[in-house]
């Protein structure tokens, strides 16, 4: 069904938005957070803004490159340590010591952020290999499930884990099959384990992000037009990873939100 010419809605992408992000003040300060994928994209942005809000970080990712040592001078120039911690989240021996590093090296550890994750489109079903659908799981949920279980001995009253979900993850997409698996598990994992550490005083909750402007998604190198990414969103546009972060620092805060665990916030331009 086509509208009559002339009758069709034109509704133009939002603006980017392009006033300046927030800057965060001192809601995590004394804090020690260790956050998985923090040298590139969400991770980054979250990582700067935690330590702009007084924490010192631990940036556990997967490759030595300059992506890394881009966020720790970022995050040194907050006047804020940096500690950095490559290895692969789906080893278990490596997410126990990346939390022994963290609390050896910044002396404690108080807010754990799961968000290294693996993604590769196949448009076909019929594509997606066993051994591409086990990257997938290792990373997205062994990786989560790994670096909880590390982190758990030093967690208690005021501590916070947020794990990064995804749209995909509560509607399913038709590229993403095995993704979208491992972001719903995430999503279900979270609110199960808000449950299970309540009487910790340990909070946990999702950040379920739409369409970012960040290296995982391929159609940042390949898009002609950033509203071609987040064409299906009603703003019609991406979102930046620095719209997406202070939605962990609020999680992140039992200022601000003692009395949320188990959520999962959708962050997805009014999709
Ligand atoms: P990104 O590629 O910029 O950052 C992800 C980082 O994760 C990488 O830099 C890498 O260092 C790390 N990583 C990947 N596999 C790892 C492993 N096995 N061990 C350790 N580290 C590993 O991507 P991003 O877009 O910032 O993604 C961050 C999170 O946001 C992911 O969980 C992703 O699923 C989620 N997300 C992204 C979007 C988006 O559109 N960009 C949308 C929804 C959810």
Redesign the pocket.
């Known amino acids: 069904h086509h509208p009559k010419p002339g009758m069709e809605h034109r509704i133009e992408p939002a603006p980017m938005y392009d006033a300046p992000f927030y800057k965060g003040s001192e809601k995590l300060k004394g804090k020690v957070a260790l956050i998985?994928?923090g040298?590139?994209?969400?991770?980054?942005a979250v990582a700067v803004l935690f330590a702009r809000e007084g924490a010192d970080v631990a940036i556990?990712?997967?490759?030595e490159d300059e992506?890394a040592n881009t966020t720790k001078a970022a995050v040194e120039k907050e006047g804020r340590r940096a500690i950095l911690i490559p290895?692969?989240?789906?080893e278990r021996a490596f997410c126990e010591k990346a939390v022994a590093k963290t609390v050896k090296e910044l002396g404690r550890l108080d807010i754990l952020v799961n968000?290294?994750?693996?993604?590769i489109h196949s448009s076909d079903f019929e594509d997606l290999t066993e051994e591409h659908f086990d990257t997938t799981l290792?990373?997205?949920l062994y990786?989560y499930f790994h670096m909880a279980k590390a982190a758990l001995p030093h967690l208690g009253p005021g501590s916070a884990i947020i794990n990064?979900?995804?749209?995909?993850g509560i509607e399913g997409s038709k590229e993403l099959v095995d993704?979208s698996m491992t972001?719903g598990g995430i999503h279900a994992f979270t609110r199960a384990l808000a449950g299970n550490l309540v009487g910790k005083g340990i909070r946990v909750n999702c950040v379920?992000?739409?369409?970012?402007?960040?290296?995982?998604?391929p159609s940042e190198k390949e898009a002609q037009d950033v509203s071609q990414f987040g064409s299906q969103t009603p703003m019609k546009r991406?979102a930046q990873?620095e719209e997406i972060a202070p939605a962990y620092v609020f999680l992140a805060s039992p200022q601000m939100s003692s009395y949320i665990t188990g959520e999962i916030l959708p962050i997805v331009g009014g999709y």
Do not use: C, E, H, M
């Open positions: 998985t994928g040298d590139s994209g969400i991770g980054r556990a990712y997967l490759t992506d290895g692969d989240v789906s968000n290294a994750a693996f993604q290792k990373t997205n990786g990064t979900g995804s749209v995909t993704y972001k379920a992000p739409g369409p970012v402007w960040t290296p995982l998604n991406p990873p």
